[in-house]
């Protein structure tokens, strides 16, 4: 279970804050507020009722404090009170938090306030206590009590955390020239107060530089397994071993949140839920995916007739036949296991190939707080890693799960020891494809060739071995580092989406900011490694005779000249000797639509194929019964839109593609044919723009307009 946390951000608010100092282009508030708002929105972004999050105003206009009597706790206000933050909360934050009037306000008693605040909220329960100020120190501060409240801090197990607008911090690098004396008095006492309760003080130009560095995210396991590793069964002989073990994850694949639909909240839901007018981002609601079931049935309009799930059976198929088994007779085909880690096995780790791998590595361990299995575990890891061994075991999860044959690797490091535990693959899971050698090519006779122009020859092997040497990443740099540390790649999907997501969140009009350097440094080779590869390169590609392809062509169909065949026999010339076709089938309209227009001598040819396949378009639609041949229609288009770019006549499908619309819109063709057009838009077979083709008067803007429901 995650730990409960209570966190305060104590924000200065003040005049002072509203202003813009050394040469920065924002305000010191909404400087301090880039470190405060990636904090709190990681915090929404966990979803986690434990964590508890509130927001103190220091030096605001007003007072609005639990300690408000007290004169030296004025203007201290509580913008949000400890609990889970959400969506709401950080906006009513956003229009809150802004530079005030006024100067006055003490940190320290802000920092009393919100030790009142946490006592009150946590009591005696195991909480994880924080509480952050963010300030650029030019208020008043007072230095009565500071041994107290220093000792309150450290008795109540809160973490105190400050950091301030310039202040000075040489272990940083940063030092600010001529500093009002006022100020520098303030951060004398403000580090002095941090370090008496064992708290951090820092420069906020820090903080905030260490916020495009993803944070890892911790997580605390589940075990997947808890139950004996054995040897032997215990039920029949008495020398069988049992050692009590659990399974955890060692390795996991991090993925990035996904994204969920959403519409905008329609009227009547609105009034429904007494919302007459929502804030930005209110104005949405989740989609609600609904299921139906049919089958054909040729007497049901429309031919299909909906069946409930119920009604549904099971079915396996067999060929081209579905064959149905029973809920009863499917029971009898499971394999009644119960859990269990049974050794079966061992191999020479010499011997065994770890391509095999086809899961995530986890890890077996003893049970917890279990001398005995901790030193059994131990012995028998350390046996199979003196041995040079590895074990093969079956493994249960859970009652009646499949039984899996997994691999056990010992692991032994300073002060911890366990085993590795992967799956094997059954007989059915190897696959074993044959491909030609690389270095030879065995002819139809047998003959073993070793040069051939498929081949590469000795001075392009060389080539080859030379530069991808030069492109070694295993070296260090001036400074000793090693250019790739592992420990500083991350995911650019996985970080990239989260902080656009946390940025949008309390910034919804602002555009996605870029990328930290962090996350692109590896987009592109180093450049260190790319310039000392650079005469490895010209001499791979001088031996490997590499030349530039020109680009293909788009459209340009009717004057591209026909290829000629090696054979010398023109097929098309041997085609053409049959009577061209002068009408094209509807029940094959595609492939002699597009013979049609291969063969076509001048445009009025095109024309008229394109006549032709638009009233066979018209003719399926309106004699369609349902959407039986809706399907046909989309597929037609497609192919009439992808013809008509190549042959560069965009106007000939753009013409009958907006009639189309407009008689399917009106129930011109049969009926109520909307359906249809939904599919069309899904399937995006709209107008030819000037992107698909120069040709083309329809913009993109056009386009995507002319897609739109209505």
């Known amino acids: 279970m995650a730990q409960k946390e209570a966190t305060i951000y104590i924000v200065d608010v003040g005049r002072s804050m509203g202003e813009r100092r050394h040469g920065r282009s924002v305000t010191d508030l909404e400087w301090a507020m880039q470190y405060v708002w990636d904090k709190i929105t990681t915090t929404v972004g966990n979803g986690r009722k434990t964590a508890n999050v509130s927001v103190l105003a220091l030096r605001s206009d007003d007072t609005s404090n639990e300690l408000r009597e007290d004169a030296h706790n004025s203007n201290i206000s509580v913008l949000s009170r400890l609990g889970q933050v959400l969506m709401p909360d950080i906006r009513s934050l956003r229009d809150s938090i802004k530079p005030s009037n006024t100067n006055r306000g003490d940190a320290i008693s802000a920092i009393v306030v919100a030790i009142t605040m946490i006592n009150e909220f946590t009591r005696t329960l195991k909480y994880k206590r924080k509480i952050v100020l963010v300030t650029n120190g030019t208020g008043p501060m007072s230095d009565n009590g500071l041994e107290e409240i220093q000792k309150k801090i450290v008795s109540d197990g809160i973490e105190l955390a400050i950091l301030g607008a310039d202040f000075d911090d040489p272990e940083y690098g940063v030092k600010e020239e001529d500093k009002d004396p006022h100020k520098a008095q303030n951060e004398s006492l403000l580090r002095g107060f941090a370090e008496g309760c064992e708290g951090t003080y820092g420069t906020l130009e820090e903080a905030i530089a260490e916020l495009e560095t993803p944070r890892i995210k911790a997580v605390n396991p589940m075990p997947s397994f808890k139950g004996m590793l054995r040897l032997g069964d215990s039920q029949k002989y008495d020398t069988a071993v049992q050692i009590p073990v659990e399974?955890?994850?060692?390795?996991?694949?991090?993925?990035?949140?996904?994204?969920?639909?959403?519409?905008p909240v329609?009227?009547?839901?609105?009034?429904?839920?007494?919302?007459?007018?929502?804030?930005?981002?209110?104005?949405?609601?989740?989609?609600?995916?609904?299921?139906?079931?049919?089958?054909?049935?040729?007497?049901?309009?429309?031919?299909?007739?909906?069946?409930?799930?119920?009604?549904?059976?099971?079915?396996?198929?067999?060929?081209?036949?579905?064959?149905?088994?029973?809920?009863?007779?499917?029971?009898?085909?499971?394999?009644?296991?119960?859990?269990?880690?049974?050794?079966?096995?061992?191999?020479?780790?010499?011997?065994?190939?770890?391509?095999?791998?086809?899961?995530?590595?986890?890890?077996?361990?003893?049970?917890?707080?279990?001398?005995?299995?901790?030193?059994?575990?131990?012995?028998?890891?350390?046996?199979?890693?003196?041995?040079?061994?590895?074990?093969?075991?079956?493994?249960?999860?859970?009652?009646?799960?499949?039984?899996?044959?997994?691999?056990?690797?010992?692991?032994?490091?300073?002060?911890?020891?366990?085993?590795?535990?992967?799956?094997?693959?059954?007989?059915?899971?190897?696959?074993?494809?044959?491909?030609?050698?690389?270095?030879?090519?065995?002819?139809?006779?047998?003959?073993?060739?070793?040069?051939?122009?498929?081949?590469?020859?000795?001075?392009?092997?060389?080539?080859?071995?030379?530069?991808?040497?030069?492109?070694?990443?295993?070296?260090?740099?001036?400074?000793?580092?090693?250019?790739?540390?592992?420990?500083?790649?991350?995911?650019?999907?996985?970080?990239?989406?989260?902080?656009?997501?946390?940025?949008?969140?309390?910034?919804?009009?602002?555009?996605?900011?870029?990328?930290?350097?962090?996350?692109?440094?590896?987009?592109?080779?180093?450049?260190?490694?790319?310039?000392?590869?650079?005469?490895?390169?010209?001499?791979?590609?001088?031996?490997?005779?590499?030349?530039?392809?020109?680009?293909?062509?788009?459209?340009?169909?009717?004057?591209?000249?026909?290829e000629k065949p090696l054979s010398g026999l023109d097929v098309d010339a041997l085609l053409n000797?049959?009577?061209?076709?002068?009408?094209?089938?509807?029940?094959?309209?595609?492939?002699?639509?597009?013979?049609?227009?291969?063969?076509?001598?001048?445009?009025?040819?095109?024309?008229?194929?394109?006549k032709q396949l638009c009233a066979i378009i018209e003719s399926q639609i309106k004699n369609s019964l349902g959407d039986a041949n809706y399907d046909r229609v989309v597929e037609e288009l497609g192919t009439l839109r992808d013809e008509l770019v190549d042959y560069e006549e965009p106007a000939l499908y753009n013409d009958f593609l907006r009639s189309l619309k407009s008689k399917i819109l009106l129930e011109e063709l049969g009926?109520?044919?909307?359906?249809?057009?939904?599919?069309?838009?899904?399937?995006?077979?709209?107008?030819?723009?000037?992107?698909?083709?120069?040709?083309?008067?329809?913009?993109?803007?056009e386009a995507k307009e002319f897609l739109s429901p209505n």
């Open 247 to 263: 399974r955890y994850p060692r390795t996991y694949v991090a993925r990035p949140p996904s994204a969920s639909s959403f519409v």
């Open 577 to 610: 000797q049959e009577p061209k076709r002068a009408n094209i089938s509807p029940d094959n309209a595609i492939p002699e639509f597009k013979q049609m227009l291969s063969r076509a001598e001048n445009i009025e040819t095109i024309n008229g194929a394109v």
């Open 266 to 562: 329609s009227k009547t839901t609105q009034e429904e839920e007494g919302d007459q007018k929502p804030s930005h981002g209110d104005a949405l609601t989740a989609v609600r995916m609904a299921r139906t079931y049919q089958v054909d049935d040729p007497s049901a309009v429309g031919g299909k007739v909906d069946v409930e799930r119920d009604d549904l059976a099971k079915g396996y198929e067999y060929g081209r036949t579905a064959v149905h088994i029973s809920q009863i007779d499917e029971n009898i085909t499971r394999l009644d296991t119960f859990a269990c880690l049974d050794l079966i096995g061992f191999i020479s780790q010499d011997k065994y190939d770890r391509y095999l791998h086809i899961s995530n590595a986890n890890i077996i361990i003893p049970e917890r707080a279990n001398d005995k299995a901790s030193l059994a575990l131990s012995s028998f890891t350390h046996a199979l890693h003196l041995s040079s061994f590895y074990a093969v075991a079956r493994m249960v999860t859970k009652e009646n799960r499949a039984p899996l044959v997994v691999l056990l690797a010992p692991s032994i490091n300073a002060g911890y020891e366990c085993l590795v535990e992967v799956q094997l693959p059954f007989s059915e899971d190897v696959r074993s494809y044959q491909f030609p050698p690389l270095d030879k090519v065995i002819t139809v006779s047998g003959k073993t060739i070793s040069e051939h122009r498929n081949l590469p020859n000795q001075d392009l092997q060389e080539a080859m071995d030379n530069y991808v040497d030069s492109m070694e990443l295993d070296h260090k740099d001036e400074l000793g580092n090693d250019v790739l540390p592992i420990d500083e790649s991350f995911s650019p999907l996985l970080h990239r989406i989260e902080s656009a997501v946390r940025y949008r969140a309390v910034h919804p009009d602002n555009p996605i900011l870029e990328s930290p350097e962090i996350l692109t440094k590896f987009a592109h080779p180093d450049e260190e490694l790319v310039k000392n590869s650079a005469s490895s390169l010209e001499n791979l590609i001088s031996k490997a005779d590499v030349k530039k392809v020109p680009p293909k062509t788009k459209g340009r169909k009717r004057q591209r000249e026909t």
């Open 671 to 701: 009926g109520d044919r909307r359906e249809l057009w939904w599919l069309l838009r899904r399937s995006k077979i709209g107008l030819i723009d000037r992107k698909a083709s120069d040709r083309s008067e329809v913009s993109e803007e």
